[in-house]
Protein backbone atom coordinates (compact mmCIF):
# COMPACT_ATOMS: atom_id res chain seq x y z
CA UNK A 1 0.00 0.00 0.00
CA UNK A 2 1.51 3.59 -0.93
CA UNK A 3 1.86 5.81 2.07
CA UNK A 4 0.47 9.35 1.84
CA UNK A 5 2.94 11.37 -0.89
CA UNK A 6 4.28 14.62 -0.47
CA UNK A 7 5.83 17.48 -3.21
CA UNK A 8 8.34 19.20 -2.83
CA UNK A 9 10.02 17.85 -0.05
CA UNK A 10 12.31 21.36 0.39
CA UNK A 11 11.26 24.71 -0.82
CA UNK A 12 13.57 27.80 -0.11
CA UNK A 13 11.82 31.16 -0.44
CA UNK A 14 11.98 35.28 -0.03
CA UNK A 15 9.26 36.71 2.46
CA UNK A 16 6.82 37.65 0.83
CA UNK A 17 6.83 35.08 -2.16
CA UNK A 18 4.01 32.40 -2.81
CA UNK A 19 4.14 28.75 -2.29
CA UNK A 20 1.91 25.71 -2.39
CA UNK A 21 2.56 22.05 -1.10
CA UNK A 22 1.27 19.28 -2.80
CA UNK A 23 -0.38 15.80 -0.61
CA UNK A 24 -1.67 12.74 -2.36
CA UNK A 25 -3.41 10.63 0.71
CA UNK A 26 -3.60 6.89 0.87
CA UNK A 27 -6.29 5.05 -1.38
CA UNK A 28 -9.51 5.16 0.13
CA UNK A 29 -8.91 7.42 3.44
CA UNK A 30 -11.31 10.39 3.70
CA UNK A 31 -9.90 12.59 6.06
CA UNK A 32 -7.18 14.52 5.24
CA UNK A 33 -4.77 16.60 7.49
CA UNK A 34 -2.56 19.49 7.33
CA UNK A 35 -0.15 20.18 10.47
CA UNK A 36 2.49 22.80 10.67
CA UNK A 37 5.75 21.20 12.62
CA UNK A 38 8.08 24.66 14.17
CA UNK A 39 11.79 23.41 14.95
CA UNK A 40 11.61 22.34 18.65
CA UNK A 41 7.47 22.04 18.59
CA UNK A 42 5.32 19.31 18.09
CA UNK A 43 2.59 19.16 14.90
CA UNK A 44 0.36 21.59 14.67
CA UNK A 45 -3.58 21.13 13.19
CA UNK A 46 -3.56 23.70 10.80
CA UNK A 47 -6.62 22.09 8.61
CA UNK A 48 -8.58 19.36 8.34
CA UNK A 49 -10.62 18.06 5.09
CA UNK A 50 -13.57 14.93 5.29
CA UNK A 51 -13.70 14.12 1.63
CA UNK A 52 -13.53 17.65 -0.07
CA UNK A 53 -15.66 19.64 3.15
CA UNK A 54 -13.66 21.48 6.14
CA UNK A 55 -13.89 19.61 9.28
CA UNK A 56 -11.81 22.16 11.25
CA UNK A 57 -9.66 25.04 10.27
CA UNK A 58 -9.69 26.86 13.10
CA UNK A 59 -5.98 27.34 13.47
CA UNK A 60 -5.56 28.26 9.87
CA UNK A 61 -4.15 32.14 9.39
CA UNK A 62 -6.96 32.51 6.61
CA UNK A 63 -5.12 36.16 5.23
CA UNK A 64 -2.29 34.26 4.05
CA UNK A 65 -3.01 30.32 4.45
CA UNK A 66 -5.26 28.01 1.73
CA UNK A 67 -6.26 25.17 1.44
CA UNK A 68 -8.26 23.36 -0.90
CA UNK A 69 -8.63 19.25 -1.92
CA UNK A 70 -11.06 18.83 -5.02
CA UNK A 71 -12.58 15.52 -5.86
CA UNK A 72 -12.14 15.00 -2.41
CA UNK A 73 -8.54 13.35 -2.77
CA UNK A 74 -5.33 15.04 -3.27
CA UNK A 75 -5.01 18.35 -1.52
CA UNK A 76 -2.99 21.48 -1.57
CA UNK A 77 -2.00 23.89 0.85
CA UNK A 78 -0.89 27.69 -0.31
CA UNK A 79 0.72 30.61 1.10
CA UNK A 80 0.50 33.85 -0.05
CA UNK A 81 2.57 35.87 0.73
CA UNK A 82 5.03 33.97 3.47
CA UNK A 83 6.32 35.39 6.33
CA UNK A 84 9.57 34.54 7.81
CA UNK A 85 7.68 32.79 10.78
CA UNK A 86 6.09 30.46 8.19
CA UNK A 87 9.87 28.44 8.06
CA UNK A 88 8.41 25.16 8.93
CA UNK A 89 7.64 21.75 7.56
CA UNK A 90 4.31 20.78 6.56
CA UNK A 91 3.11 17.29 7.25
CA UNK A 92 -0.04 15.86 5.71
CA UNK A 93 -1.52 13.11 6.82
CA UNK A 94 -4.68 10.89 6.34
CA UNK A 95 -6.81 8.56 8.26
CA UNK A 96 -9.51 6.06 7.02
CA UNK A 97 -12.13 8.60 8.67
CA UNK A 98 -12.17 11.35 11.46
CA UNK A 99 -12.89 10.23 15.23
CA UNK A 100 -9.15 9.76 16.16
CA UNK A 101 -8.45 6.97 13.71
CA UNK A 102 -5.14 6.18 12.50
CA UNK A 103 -3.65 9.01 10.99
CA UNK A 104 -0.92 8.07 8.88
CA UNK A 105 1.71 10.90 8.05
CA UNK A 106 3.74 11.86 4.57
CA UNK A 107 7.80 12.70 4.93
CA UNK A 108 6.46 16.30 5.34
CA UNK A 109 7.76 19.71 3.49
CA UNK A 110 10.56 21.88 4.53
CA UNK A 111 9.91 25.48 4.24
CA UNK A 112 12.74 27.94 4.61
CA UNK A 113 11.55 31.24 4.28
CA UNK A 114 14.18 34.01 3.92
CA UNK B 1 -8.14 22.91 26.55
CA UNK B 2 -6.74 20.31 26.03
CA UNK B 3 -2.79 19.90 26.03
CA UNK B 4 0.22 17.96 26.36
CA UNK B 5 3.20 18.02 28.51
CA UNK B 6 6.36 16.59 27.39
CA UNK B 7 8.98 17.41 30.49
CA UNK B 8 11.95 15.93 29.32
CA UNK B 9 13.89 18.18 25.81
CA UNK B 10 16.33 15.27 25.15
CA UNK B 11 17.08 11.81 27.00
CA UNK B 12 19.96 9.83 26.31
CA UNK B 13 20.32 6.46 27.46
CA UNK B 14 23.01 3.26 26.74
CA UNK B 15 21.81 0.89 23.94
CA UNK B 16 20.54 -2.52 26.11
CA UNK B 17 19.04 -0.02 29.19
CA UNK B 18 15.62 0.60 30.05
CA UNK B 19 13.89 3.73 28.82
CA UNK B 20 10.79 5.51 30.07
CA UNK B 21 9.41 8.43 28.33
CA UNK B 22 6.99 11.02 30.31
CA UNK B 23 4.05 12.67 28.98
CA UNK B 24 1.04 14.43 31.07
CA UNK B 25 -1.50 15.46 29.54
CA UNK B 26 -4.80 17.85 30.27
CA UNK B 27 -8.32 16.97 28.76
CA UNK B 28 -11.87 17.48 30.15
CA UNK B 29 -13.32 14.19 29.28
CA UNK B 30 -11.87 10.69 28.77
CA UNK B 31 -8.99 11.05 26.82
CA UNK B 32 -7.56 8.95 23.34
CA UNK B 33 -3.79 9.74 23.87
CA UNK B 34 -1.30 8.49 21.30
CA UNK B 35 2.96 7.86 21.25
CA UNK B 36 4.19 8.73 17.57
CA UNK B 37 7.81 8.33 16.24
CA UNK B 38 9.71 10.74 14.05
CA UNK B 39 13.12 9.94 12.84
CA UNK B 40 14.77 12.39 10.80
CA UNK B 41 13.26 13.51 7.36
CA UNK B 42 10.51 11.21 8.05
CA UNK B 43 6.38 11.95 8.77
CA UNK B 44 5.65 10.71 12.15
CA UNK B 45 4.78 6.86 12.69
CA UNK B 46 2.10 6.05 15.36
CA UNK B 47 3.67 3.55 18.17
CA UNK B 48 0.83 2.67 20.12
CA UNK B 49 -2.42 4.34 20.95
CA UNK B 50 -5.17 4.22 23.89
CA UNK B 51 -8.91 4.87 23.67
CA UNK B 52 -10.36 2.01 26.46
CA UNK B 53 -10.12 -1.14 28.55
CA UNK B 54 -6.54 -2.06 29.70
CA UNK B 55 -4.73 0.31 30.92
CA UNK B 56 -1.11 -0.80 29.65
CA UNK B 57 -0.98 -1.04 25.82
CA UNK B 58 1.38 -2.58 23.59
CA UNK B 59 2.60 -1.21 20.23
CA UNK B 60 5.02 -2.00 17.98
CA UNK B 61 8.84 -2.32 18.16
CA UNK B 62 8.54 -3.24 21.65
CA UNK B 63 6.91 -0.31 22.68
CA UNK B 64 4.42 0.08 25.93
CA UNK B 65 2.76 2.97 27.67
CA UNK B 66 0.33 3.40 30.57
CA UNK B 67 -2.98 5.01 31.40
CA UNK B 68 -2.48 6.47 35.04
CA UNK B 69 -5.81 9.04 34.70
CA UNK B 70 -5.03 9.56 38.62
CA UNK B 71 -1.66 11.27 37.15
CA UNK B 72 -3.12 12.35 34.12
CA UNK B 73 0.28 10.32 32.52
CA UNK B 74 0.76 8.36 29.47
CA UNK B 75 4.16 7.05 29.75
CA UNK B 76 6.15 5.23 26.83
CA UNK B 77 8.40 2.39 28.22
CA UNK B 78 10.60 0.21 26.42
CA UNK B 79 12.28 -2.29 28.57
CA UNK B 80 15.65 -2.47 26.25
CA UNK B 81 16.69 0.29 23.79
CA UNK B 82 18.24 -0.34 20.59
CA UNK B 83 20.64 1.90 18.60
CA UNK B 84 17.66 1.90 15.84
CA UNK B 85 15.05 3.81 18.90
CA UNK B 86 16.97 7.17 18.13
CA UNK B 87 14.03 9.72 17.24
CA UNK B 88 12.01 12.25 18.48
CA UNK B 89 8.58 11.11 20.47
CA UNK B 90 5.63 12.64 20.88
CA UNK B 91 3.26 11.96 22.87
CA UNK B 92 -0.57 13.15 21.57
CA UNK B 93 -3.99 13.25 23.35
CA UNK B 94 -7.71 13.84 21.55
CA UNK B 95 -11.24 12.73 21.70
CA UNK B 96 -14.67 12.98 22.25
CA UNK B 97 -16.31 16.52 22.85
CA UNK B 98 -19.43 16.42 24.84
CA UNK B 99 -20.93 17.01 21.57
CA UNK B 100 -20.30 13.21 20.35
CA UNK B 101 -17.63 14.98 17.44
CA UNK B 102 -13.70 14.19 17.95
CA UNK B 103 -11.48 16.93 19.03
CA UNK B 104 -8.34 17.06 16.95
CA UNK B 105 -5.17 15.79 17.86
CA UNK B 106 -2.88 17.96 20.22
CA UNK B 107 0.70 17.05 20.35
CA UNK B 108 3.06 18.10 22.95
CA UNK B 109 6.43 19.30 22.05
CA UNK B 110 8.85 15.51 21.64
CA UNK B 111 11.62 14.31 23.11
CA UNK B 112 14.44 13.73 21.49
CA UNK B 113 15.95 10.45 22.15
CA UNK B 114 20.17 9.53 21.98
CA UNK B 115 21.28 6.21 22.20
CA UNK B 116 24.67 5.83 23.33
CA UNK B 117 26.82 2.23 22.40
Same mark, same amino acid.
Given at each position: ??? %??????????????? %??????????? +????? &??????????????????? %????????????? +?????? %????????????????? &????????????????????????? | ?? !??????????????????????? !????????? @??? =???? =??????????????????????????????? !?????????? @???????????????????? !??????????? =????
Amino acid at each position: EAG %VAQSPRYKIIEKRQS %VAFWCNPISGH +ATLYW &YQQILGQGPKLLIQFQNNG %VVDDSQLPKDRFS +AERLKG %VDSTLKIQPAKLEDSAV &YLCASSVAGGNYEQYFGPGTRLTVT | AQ !SVTQPDIHITVSEGASLELRCNY !SYGATPYLF @WYV =QSPG =QGLQLLLKYFSGDTLVQGIKGFEAEFKRSQS !SFNLRKPSVH @WSDAAEYFCAVGGLKNTGTA !SKLTFGTGTRL =QVTL
